[in-house]
């Protein structure tokens, strides 16, 4: 009598992230590639994944915009004070990530009506 497997997945060993393999199964792994390529070969696949990966990825922002920082000062309604202590510790962290005080206040003249009152 045959009894069907349920079994859907493979079977064996569950495969282990490269990362965290041994030095053992990390040359298993990579035995096919230097059976086929060269050192020169493999040595410069290494040169251009490495700059690729150190390259700055253009879809991270640097820092915030002016109106994306006074859109934060206003909805935790921060005073000048509690924005340039914030942003002293965040720019220090990472360089000119906050824009400075006087650029949100350029901001905020530019933003605010200009209104003439005459008399009639």
């Known amino acids: 009598m045959h009894i069907p497997s349920t079994s859907t997945g493979k ?28 050192a020169e070969e493999i040595t410069y696949a290494a040169r251009k994944v490495t700059k690729n990966e150190t390259k700055p990825d253009n879809t991270i922002k640097k820092c915030l915009e002016p109106f994306e920082a006074l859109a934060l000062c206003l909805d935790l309604d921060l005073s000048e004070e509690k924005y340039n202590r914030l942003r002293k510790v965040a720019n220090n962290i990472h360089a ?25």
């Open 11 to 38: 079977r064996g060993r569950p495969q282990v992230e490269f990362s965290v393999a041994s030095e053992k199964s990390k040359l298993r792994k990579v035995s096919k590639i230097l059976e086929e390529h060269s």
């Open 96 to 120: 000119d990530f906050f824009p400075s005080t006087y650029a949100l206040n350029q901001l905020k003249q530019s933003l605010v009506p200009h209104i003439e009152a005459t008399e009639t």
